[in-house]
């Protein structure tokens, strides 16, 4: 089982940068594929980025695609969401999800975090 805890969040003026933390509990961190998942207001949660167990790749929505970047440490064990070049439209809650693979994590994650405000004006 896996305890995901996110931080980071905040408020941002467009253009900027903001760096979102998951840092996870439990000892099988590095057998689960990774990923940031976030709801705007008013609308249903999407998927953001994914990462494999050992960082071999990464995926992205179109969305944001070139301005944010997945990363993971399993020493920590931890995974990262660097975001630039902030949109208002990137405004949302974020989450952090962990599941057994890569397809799964995308689609139906096993575990999820309580999630971090990040809020973009213009």
């Known amino acids: 089982q896996v305890q995901l805890v996110e931080s980071g969040g905040g408020s941002v003026q467009a253009g900027g940068s903001l760096r979102l933390t998951c840092a996870a509990s439990g000892r099988s961190f590095s057998t689960y594929a990774m990923g940031w998942f976030r709801q705007p207001p008013g609308k249903p949660r999407e998927f953001v980025a994914v990462?494999?167990?050992?960082?071999?790749?990464?995926g992205y929505a179109d969305s944001v695609k070139g301005r944010f970047t997945i990363s993971r440490d399993n020493a920590k064990p931890t995974v990262y969401l660097q975001m630039n070049s902030l949109k208002p439209e990137d405004t949302a809650v974020y989450y952090c999800?962990?599941?057994?693979?890569?397809?799964?994590?995308?689609?139906?994650?096993?575990?999820w975090g309580q999630g971090t405000q990040v809020t973009v004006s213009s």
């Open positions: 990462i494999t167990r050992s960082s071999e790749s990464t």
């Open positions: 999800a962990a599941g057994a693979d890569v397809s799964r994590t995308m689609r139906s994650p096993d575990y």
